[in-house]
């Protein structure tokens, strides 16, 4: 229950509850707990920024062209570019 607030909030401390749930839980209970709350966490991040913050976003893209033009590519090839974010060390996980 504590976890997908701090988890979909840019919280730095998540790595915490992260190794918390291992200790409190066991490694296979704490596995699957911290797997199905960051699930909870994603479907609530993604609402909020279907929902509520869908009207900011296109406000942005539409006075930024690289904003813009950023969008387009993703709306193209998403799955790719996500999958290649992913795999970047470059860019944090929670990005």
């Known amino acids: 229950p504590f976890y997908p607030p701090p988890k979909t909030l840019p919280i730095p401390a998540v790595p915490i509850l992260t190794a918390s749930s291992g200790y409190l839980f066991g490694t296979s209970s704490g596995t ?5 709350s960051a699930a909870i966490a994603a479907s609530i991040s993604f609402s909020i920024g ?3 913050l869908r009207g900011y976003v296109e406000q942005v893209l539409e006075d930024n062209p690289k904003f ?10 998403g799955f790719k570019l996500m999958l290649l974010l992913r ?9």
């Open 32 to 36: 699957a707990t911290c797997l199905f």
């Open 50 to 52: 279907r929902t509520v």
């Open 68 to 77: 813009a033009s950023l969008d387009r590519a993703i709306e193209k090839e």
């Open 87 to 95: 795999l970047s060390p470059l860019f944090p996980f929670a990005l």
